[in-house]
């Protein structure tokens, strides 16, 4: 099974502040990668696919990028409503695997 | 409105079966592949199940395989999650999930989840 490790597994940050999660494949994945954003006591939403792209809806401050086999999610200025743990998901061969989570909070 | 809605969830003894349900509405359902998505308390997200537009094609990870078994209803629009021979270790919320269509095993809309709780 592919691994997919975060980090960091928590983070403090300030409003308009610049975040940036990692995840980092256990092998090549190209570009077949997610981030989720599950906000306290609610569901998973979609935020990022296909390494880059952006789900319908999501603002523009978040953005995904790839080094390798690095992956990155990257909220440009840092919001209330951002406030969550945010996953990443492998789509490139089953089982689909997630990492452990990254818990944003607010300083 | 896309709407994924799960029900079926309880308090159930080790060992024994449980049948989830999810009803979607808002899309053309048969023209999507669904799946099942769980959390444990405090936990990570596993993916569960996948099923494909007509049912023919079934996907599961091995921490289910054998026990697990996912169908769909398209004249319904609806999603089952049959679970048998159920331990400590299924315990989660589960949710039900559409997959992103056409580009890739990604999963755009999620349900509110359902708790399941083996326990004796």
């Known amino acids: ?107 | 409105e896309v709407q994924l809605v799960e029900s079926g969830g309880g308090l159930v003894q080790p060992g024994r079966s449980l049948k989830l349900s999810c009803a979607a509405s808002g899309f053309t359902f048969s023209n999507y592949y669904m799946a099942w998505v769980r959390q444990a308390p405090k936990k990570g997200l596993e993916w569960v199940a996948t099923i494909s537009t007509s049912g023919s094609r079934t996907y599961y990870p091995d921490s289910v395989k054998g026990r697990f078994t996912i169908s769909r209803d398209n004249a319904k629009s609806s999603l089952y999650l049959q679970m048998n021979s159920l331990k400590s270790e299924d315990t989660a919320t589960y949710y039900c999930a559409r997959h992103l269509p056409k580009l890739g095993n990604y999963f755009d809309y999620w349900g509110q989840g359902v708790m399941v709780t083996v326990s004796s």
């Open chain 1, 1 to 107: 099974d592919i691994q997919m490790t975060q980090s960091p597994a928590s983070l403090s940050a300030s409003l308009e502040e610049i975040v940036t999660i990692t995840c980092q494949a256990s092998q090549n994945i190209g570009n077949w990668l997610a981030w989720y954003q599950q906000k306290p006591g609610k569901s998973p939403q979609l935020l990022i696919y296909g390494t880059t792209s952006l789900a319908d809806g999501v603002p523009s401050r978040f953005s995904g990028s790839r080094s390798g086999t690095q992956y990155s999610l990257k909220i440009s200025r840092l919001q209330v409503e951002d406030i969550g743990i945010y996953y990443c998901q492998q789509a490139s061969s089953t089982p689909w695997t997630f990492g452990g989570g990254t818990k944003l909070e607010l300083k």
